[in-house]
């Protein structure tokens, strides 16, 4: 089955940074790749995907990137503020089902 | 529409008891999924249903977790007997039909936050 391995666990970053998340997959059969984000005590929720036939996907202040020759994609927000905070988590759709990863949490202070 | 609803919210209980986790997916969605997360395990497929039929329950950890899905609008998963290990809180999911705008868009609901002492 899929596995999906995401990096850093834990990001610290200063309102108006950057933040990268990392993940990358294991089947190559994957063509759907969505973000969760999910704040304390609440749900995960989707705040943007993509799938195979793009390489980039942009709304507002976040945007996804991915490699399917490098099987990893990548989260980025640009000018982070304090309710950018939460957990990420990064997913990929093998047969058809979502594999998480593990999570990162972001904190923006 | 009031998104995937999912009782109760919170449960407290003792070991070797009954819990029976509920959930009502977002009308249309033919796709119903069961995930428990743990801070250990992150966030953990238990079971998913095509049309109310079990497809995949590689998942499910034990005999002791059972799920059902009756009709279209309603789902259970069932611990008996639960343990402590068995704390977390489980979400319920759903997803639109393949083919959409929206295919592949899992909602989630609120969880049930579940505690075994």
């Known amino acids: 089955g899929e596995n999906v391995e995401q990096h850093p666990s834990t990001l610290s970053v200063q309102e108006g940074d950057s933040a990268v998340i990392k993940c990358t997959y294991s089947?190559?059969?994957?063509?759907?790749f969505p973000w969760y984000k999910q704040e304390l005590g609440k749900r995960p929720q989707l705040i943007i995907d993509i799938r195979s036939n793009v390489g980039e996907k942009k709304d507002q202040r976040i945007a996804v990137t991915l490699n399917k020759t490098a099987k990893h994609f990548s989260l980025h927000i640009t000018e982070t503020q304090p309710e950018d905070s939460a957990v990420y988590f990064c997913?990929?759709?093998?047969?058809?089902?979502?594999?998480f990863g593990k999570g990162t949490m972001l904190l923006v202070s | 529409d009031a998104g995937v609803i999912q009782s109760p919210r919170h449960e407290v209980t003792e070991m070797g008891q009954e819990v029976t986790l509920r959930c009502k997916p977002i009308s249309g969605h033919n796709s119903l999924f069961w995930y428990r997360q743990t801070m250990m395990r992150g966030l953990e497929l238990l079971i998913y249903?095509?049309?109310?039929?079990?497809?995949?329950d590689s998942g499910m950890p034990e005999d002791r977790f059972s799920a059902k899905m009756p009709n279209a609008s309603f789902s259970t998963l069932k611990i008996q007997p639960s343990e402590p290990r068995d704390s977390a809180v489980y979400f319920c999911a759903s997803r639109t039909p393949g083919g959409s705008s929206g295919a592949n868009v899992l909602t989630f609901g609120a969880g049930s936050r579940l505690t075994v002492l």
């Open positions: 997913a990929a759709r093998g047969d058809s089902t979502l594999t």
């Open positions: 089947d190559s059969a994957s063509n759907y």
């Open positions: 249903f095509n049309n109310n039929v079990p497809i995949d």
